[in-house]
């Protein structure tokens, strides 16, 4: 089945603990994207990748580092996470680039992040 | 910031009644593309329409484009309980790193 997978679905975490939310496509799309959903504010870019090894900051990428070593995955890693950064992460790919084509994004069931 | 906005931020129908949401947006457009999000779920993506385009349908989806006044509309034909989801509208606006979503619209479908 064609999909996006992120791990974990749910993790709790303290301040100031690394922490790396994996993601992984078996489409073969070259670009992947990482957003946040939070409530009034829908969802912020934060980093988006075009190709492997070419990754560029979103709108809100203070905070957070990704990297892009193979085509099928696309790790987010929070070096130090805070409190502001508990939030709804959702991982998205794409066989069209940044534009999504006929087929649009696909999206990953999310990852739900509490820093206390 | 947002490209898109979409309006009404929520809306309560009946089963088999047909649901209406609107978008709008800022800048020029290459293509607008509306998507599902069940509860705390990913985002699935339903329809594109392209800017050279005024209408397209899907099966109970038909969405509408409006260039000159910046708007979209989605309408689901006979909703059933299982439309009950966020709707969201995104644009590509050709010189951006992303799809820019809107803040979406809750549809409740009651039996």
């Known amino acids: 089945e064609a999909q996006v997978t992120q791990n974990p679905r749910y993790l709790i975490t303290v301040t100031g603990k690394k922490l790396t939310v994996t993601c992984s496509q078996n489409?073969?799309?070259?670009?992947m994207s990482w957003y946040r959903q939070d409530p009034g504010l829908g969802l912020r870019q934060i980093y988006y990748s075009m190709n492997v090894e070419v990754t560029d900051k979103g709108d809100v990428p203070e905070g957070y580092k990704v990297s892009r070593k193979e085509k099928r995955n696309f790790p987010l890693i929070l070096e130090s996470p805070s409190p502001n950064q508990t939030s709804l992460y959702f991982c998205?790919?794409?066989?069209?680039?940044?534009?999504?084509?006929?087929?649009?994004?696909?999206f990953g069931s999310g990852t739900r992040l509490t820093v206390v | 910031s947002q490209q898109g906005e979409e309006d009404p931020q929520a809306l309560s129908i009946q089963e088999g009644e047909n649901a209406t949401m609107n978008c709008s947006y800022k800048?020029?457009?290459?293509?607008l593309q509306w998507y599902r999000q069940n509860s705390g779920r990913g985002l699935v993506h339903l329809i594109l329409?392209?800017?050279?385009?005024r209408e397209k349908h899907s099966g109970r989806l038909r969405v509408t484009l409006d260039t000159s006044k910046k708007s979209s509309s989605l309408l689901i034909t006979a909703s059933r309980a299982a439309d009950t989801a966020s709707y969201f509208c995104a644009t590509d606006s050709g010189t951006a790193s992303k799809l820019t979503f809107g803040t979406g619209t809750r549809l409740q479908v009651t039996l």
């Open positions: 800048t020029s457009i290459n293509n």
């Open positions: 329409i392209r800017s050279n385009e």
């Open positions: 998205a790919s794409s066989l069209w680039g940044i534009s999504g084509g006929a087929e649009g994004y696909t």
């Open positions: 489409m073969n799309h070259e670009y």
